[in-house]
């Protein structure tokens, strides 16, 4: 079995996406960078990977981007991985993780487009073995108990309203992304914990905005309020800073969702003492093969590898990783509906969630069923 051709179907979403507007800078440092730059809204469009083998066999997978027009990125990404994909054994996925490994490097690409390719093989290898990929790695578990992230929200009452709508529906715990400032975000997080009550699982995760001090201030009031960890306090690459964090607060610290050094940062990052808790995630970790690579050296060092959501298409790829690590408490869902987490105009089985647990799907690859005729009325284009 050889790869035969690689597609990205520019697919019409709901929506429309900004265009370069520094709106995204949390408010604590939007001061700090306040200009806009070309501000306005385009089409929002999914890229969705096809790699089609030979037996007519597909791998699927779908690509996060974030500035500018979808085409751009479908042709620079096909420019860079498709004559390294095309002619290949798609089975082949660890002699592939290395080579689009070091091709990334001098692609000039973010490490994490390597990711979207290597879903796609192991969608083909489940599909090729009839097997869900959670099988093929190794199945620990067919359920996963589901926490669900905030938004940041302007108003802070709306983090004690949405945290009350994920308990009503079961979930296992709440995240949220207040970045508000350290003495508006300790405030939120009282007000959550007084009405979520005391035994349910909180967590909190700044997006790296805090200073050293600021850190300190809330992660002492996070452990009088008992929230489980503390994620991203500090820019991910400060791995003094960070272990300075650990070494003097109680709360566990979560780091390194945001690194691109894959395996071999999370390595350091322990080997340094400067993470209690590893994040991982299939994009930017370096797809399945590079989030499994993560979990196993965090096991290695005795620690959690707890992973972060992207959204639909990589929700399967996520469940189907989760369900072969055993160093994984939780499954998130990022930003959802609570009632509706995991709807997808284009997927015919979205995910299940029961009594606040993620059902792994059990179908070969991915497990995942699209609607073609849906995909196929919003294609725009296809390259």
């Not at 969705?48 to 030979?54: G, L, Q, S, Y």
């Not at 959501?309 to 189907?320: K, L």
Request: net charge negative.
């Amino acid at each position: 079995m050889l790869i035969k051709e690689v597609k990205i179907h520019l697919i019409e979403m709901e929506g429309k996406r900004p265009i370069r507007t520094m709106f995204v800078i949390p408010g604590q440092l939007r001061s700090q960078f306040d200009r806009r730059a070309t501000p306005g809204h385009e089409p929002n469009q999914l890229c969705f990977i096809r790699v089609i083998t030979d037996t007519g066999i597909e791998g699927w997978s779908t690509a996060f981007y974030t500035w500018g027009p979808a085409r751009a990125f479908a042709e620079t990404w096909l420019d860079a991985f498709r004559h390294e994909l095309v002619g290949a054994d798609p089975l082949d996925r660890e002699y592939i993780f290395q080579k689009l490994w070091f091709a990334n490097r001098f692609n000039w690409l973010h490490p994490w487009n390597m990711s979207y390719a290597d879903v796609a093989l192991w969608d083909i290898a489940g599909k090729y073995a009839r097997l869900s990929v959670a099988k093929l790695l190794g199945a620990f578990r067919d359920r996963i108990p589901t926490y669900v992230s905030s938004g940041n929200y302007p108003d802070p009452e709306r983090f004690v309203e949405f945290g009350l709508e994920v308990q009503e529906e079961g979930y296992k715990g709440y995240k949220l992304h207040s970045r508000l400032g350290p003495e508006a975000d300790i405030q939120v997080a009282r007000n959550v914990r007084e009405a979520l009550g005391d035994g349910f699982t909180l967590m909190h995760d700044p997006v790296q905005i805090y200073t050293y001090p600021e850190a300190v201030q809330v992660g002492r009031a996070l452990e009088e309020l008992n929230y489980k960890w503390l994620e991203e306090p500090l820019q991910e690459w400060d791995i003094t800073a960070l272990k300075k964090l650990c070494d003097t607060l109680d709360i566990p610290i979560a780091a390194s969702e945001w690194v691109f050094g894959g395996s071999h940062h999370v390595a350091t990052l322990l080997a340094q003492g400067a993470a209690d808790i590893v994040r991982g995630d299939a994009i930017v970790s370096g797809g399945i093969t590079g989030l499994m690579k993560v979990a196993h050296v965090a096991e290695a060092f005795g620690v959690a590898c707890e992973v972060h959501e992207r959204g639909p298409m990589f929700c399967f790829a996520h469940a189907q990783a989760l369900a072969a690590m055993s160093n994984c408490e939780f499954f998130e869902l990022n930003g959802v509906n609570p009632k509706a987490p995991t709807e997808d105009p284009l997927v015919k089985n979205p995910i299940q969630i029961e009594d606040g647990y993620l059902i792994v799907p059990q179908g070969p690859g991915l497990g995942v069923e699209l609607d073609w005729e849906e995909i196929e009325r919003r294609t725009v284009e296809v390259l």
